[in-house]
């Protein structure tokens, strides 16, 4: 029989272990990180690698003794849609007391946050969103950009695409997602093939929820392009890749925009031509070869690119915070501006910039594996060299302050 | 040239309303003898999906299309017994409800039994490229599936049209306290017809699933189109949901041929000018219960 005093028994303590931990975290004076990233929608996918990824750099932090002697606490949580990401932005400012905002991957959300951090005067460091007006007319000077923007991504296979001689004399045909991103990506993409003696001979807008591309790839038949150049975000570009396996058309195909988790989603065979990247995991390096070992001993699979981006991001907040002794907004913004160096797991160290904050840093095409060269289903790209060339300066890739409307 | 250009995004767009047809066309049997949105139904398409790829990895490609189905069709019957059935009588906004829940959980679970990540699906290499007939050029891989497709409709409308279990079905659209009257229990008819609708969704997923992404919001997706075609073919009526999903396919095709920006918007488009001029649909019939 259960009676009323079994219930408060059960009620104590139930309160006691929610309690408790409370008071022992205050006592410890741990702190607070306020993570946002879409868990769910047509990103979540990339979201749950940017927690995995977080989580085990917060655990090395803490287990090697914290930051200044204080544990560092990351609060995760769905920004869902825009909206719902300034809302919760505002929230952990205000009721959490979080001591800086980081993560999100949506361009969309990342703008509405950077909106928040500025009406507070917080600092944001906006992780995974790559478009370049987040860096551009929209920048304020209390957030820090960590992930490449689309000019980087276009620069990164544009010149392997240049090199192979798929852009000089040669008729390029477009395909762009109809929104924020994907006509940032198409305007990057355009002045790089005009740069480089490419004709644009199409370019069609589709909108996020195209599932079906097979009307598209007939246009393409018809226009006879050289050379099929996609702008497309998030799930749209596995389906493209899919129905462009499955209809077989001859024309080499590239894109400028492409995370590895949706490489892999497009499955055995299916994917082809030049694509870029920021990481991934087969970069030879011996930091990024531990994060990788250590990933896969948890998680059974090697990390995806947002994993890996947000465990470094978390280790250059952790730096600042040693370095300043402080958690203080004025402070962090003072150092991440001073060009201090950061270890990116990457052969040369990054830095931001500081008229833009956006960190600068090296990115990579990448082709696909002969078939039948895959150790693994994870493993059927093929790892180009660094760009820029190791003779030539890192900032070369990204776009010139006479290209760039920030003012901070 | 132009001419044949429109003419091959036309048939293109006929094979596409195949593709449309399976999941609409259980949406619309299901609404029309029981009187329920299922708003579930998506979730069954994915989960099509994901029992094939499932099975597909240790018996075969074919294994996976053939028996998915079968295995979901059997959660359908779990489905119409102990959910679907309390609520044939009950308020509309109950059954959507539950139904819209459902889908939620479904959803969910599909995100905790294989993870948000999309799983990576392929189709068998002799599947793969396309085949050039006459001018136009098809895709292997979406005649196959047209195939599929012609042959389970086929199958439906001989069942509802020439069988005395179509005759009840029917009977039962229009009339279900006549049928009663007549000694008739609807209810294993109804069972039969949740899980047919069932089945063919998830057949649809298991055939999808090489084309298009596998995630666990697949479901959500396509309900929305099906449930576009069965709006614009009109409840109750099998050839208006084929007309419809054919309809949308060839519509879908023109648009993108001249303002590709607004290929998706398109069959909106469609379905608001089908009922500013047939409310009930193209060939809806009048159901009194609904009225």
Redesign the interface.
């Known amino acids: 029989m259960t009676n009323r005093r079994d219930i408060l028994k059960a009620g104590t303590a139930g309160a006691l272990a929610l309690g408790f931990p409370a008071i022992v975290r205050a006592q410890s004076a741990a702190i607070k990180i306020g993570h946002l990233t879409p868990?769910?929608?047509?990103l979540?996918?990339l979201?749950?690698?940017a927690v995995k990824g977080i989580q085990i750099a917060a655990e090395e932090i803490n287990a090697a003794g914290g930051v200044m002697g204080r544990r560092l606490d990351v609060m995760s949580e769905d920004s869902v849609n825009p909206a719902t990401a300034s809302t919760k932005a505002q929230r952990m400012f205000e009721q959490d007391k979080v001591d800086v905002l980081m993560g999100e991957i949506n361009s969309a959300s990342a703008k509405t946050i950077m909106q928040v951090a500025d009406r507070n005067k917080r600092l944001f460091m906006q992780i995974g969103a790559r478009s370049d007006v987040l860096r551009g007319k929209d920048c304020n000077r209390y957030t820090f950009h960590v992930d490449i923007p689309v000019t980087v991504m276009v620069n990164a296979a544009g010149q392997a695409l240049a090199r192979e001689g798929y852009i000089k004399g040669k008729k390029i045909y477009f395909l762009t997602s109809?929104y924020l991103f994907g006509h940032d990506l198409a305007k990057a993409a355009k002045a790089f093939c005009a740069a480089n003696g490419g004709t644009v001979v199409g370019d069609?807008?589709?909108?996020t929820?195209?599932?079906?591309f097979?009307?598209?790839l007939?246009?393409i038949?018809?226009a006879k392009p050289d050379l099929v150049a996609t702008n497309l975000g998030g799930?749209q570009v596995?389906?493209f890749v899919?129905?462009y396996?499955?209809?077989?058309?001859p024309f080499q195909v590239a894109g400028f925009n492409l995370n590895t988790?949706d490489a892999?989603?497009?499955?055995?065979?299916?994917l082809a031509g030049i694509w870029p990247t920021v990481w991934h995991h087969e970069l030879d390096t011996p930091g990024t070869q531990a994060f990788v070992a250590k990933f896969r001993k948890i998680h059974g699979q090697p990390p995806?690119n947002h994993a890996w981006i947000e465990y470094v991001s978390l280790k250059v907040m952790a730096q600042a915070m040693n370095e300043t002794k402080s958690v203080d907004t004025e402070k962090l913004i003072k150092y991440f501006e001073s060009g201090a160096q950061f270890d990116l797991l990457k052969k040369r160290n990054g830095y931001f910039r500081a008229w833009d904050h956006q960190m600068i840093q090296e990115a990579y095409p990448f082709t696909v594996k002969p078939k039948g060269q895959a150790k693994d289903?994870w493993d059927f790209l093929k790892f180009g060299a660094a760009v820029p060339a190791p003779d030539q300066p890192l900032e070369s890739i990204n776009p010139p302050k006479s290209a760039n409307a920030c003012v901070l | 040239m132009q001419v044949l250009?429109l003419l091959?995004?036309v048939v293109?767009?006929l094979?596409?309303g195949g593709?449309y047809l399976l999941i609409a066309l259980g949406l619309s049997l299901i609404f029309s003898v029981g009187g329920v949105v299922n708003l579930a139904h998506g979730a069954f398409y994915a989960l099509g999906a994901y029992v094939s790829l499932e099975i597909a990895q240790r018996l075969g490609f074919g294994a996976g299309v053939a028996l998915s189905p079968v295995a979901v069709a059997l959660l359908g019957i779990a489905f119409e017994r102990f959910i679907l059935r309390r609520f044939y009588t009950a308020d509309p906004i109950l059954s959507l409800l539950v139904t819209f829940g459902l889908a939620l959980v479904a959803e969910q679970a599909i995100r905790i039994a294989w993870?948000?990540?999309?799983?990576?699906?392929?189709?068998p290499?002799a599947?793969?490229?396309?085949v050039v007939l006459g001018d136009f050029?098809f895709?292997k891989?979406?005649l196959f599936l047209l195939a599929v497709v012609a042959t389970v409709l086929a199958g439906i409308w001989l069942l509802l049209n020439k069988t005395s279990f179509g005759r009840v079905v029917r009977a039962g659209i229009q009339r279900p306290d006549m049928v009663a009257a007549l000694g008739i229990r609807l209810q294993p008819y109804m069972t039969t017809i949740v899980m047919l609708g069932v089945g063919m969704a998830a057949l649809g997923g298991a055939l999808f699933a090489?084309?298009?992404?596998?995630?666990?919001?697949m479901g959500a997706?396509?309900l929305t189109v099906a449930f576009v075609v069965v709006v614009i073919g009109g409840l109750g009526s099998f050839w208006g949901v084929v007309l419809a999903a054919l309809l949308v396919g060839v519509v879908?095709?023109i648009t993108?041929?001249f303002v590709?920006?607004a290929?998706?918007?398109s069959m909106y488009l469609l379905m608001f000018l089908v009922l500013m001029f047939r409310p009930r649909g193209l060939l809806g019939e009048r159901i009194e219960k609904f009225e």
């Open positions: 868990m769910t929608g047509f979540g996918a979201g749950v690698y109809d069609e807008l589709t909108a929820d195209t599932t079906d097979s009307p598209f007939l246009k038949r018809q799930n596995t389906n899919k129905q396996a499955e209809f077989g058309l988790a892999w989603a497009a499955g055995d065979g299916n995806e289903k | 250009f091959e995004q293109n767009g094979v596409l593709y993870g948000a990540a999309p799983l990576p699906a392929s189709m290499q599947f793969k490229g396309a050029l895709s891989y979406r090489p084309i298009v992404i596998v995630h666990p919001a997706e396509i879908r095709g993108t041929h590709p920006a290929s998706e918007a």
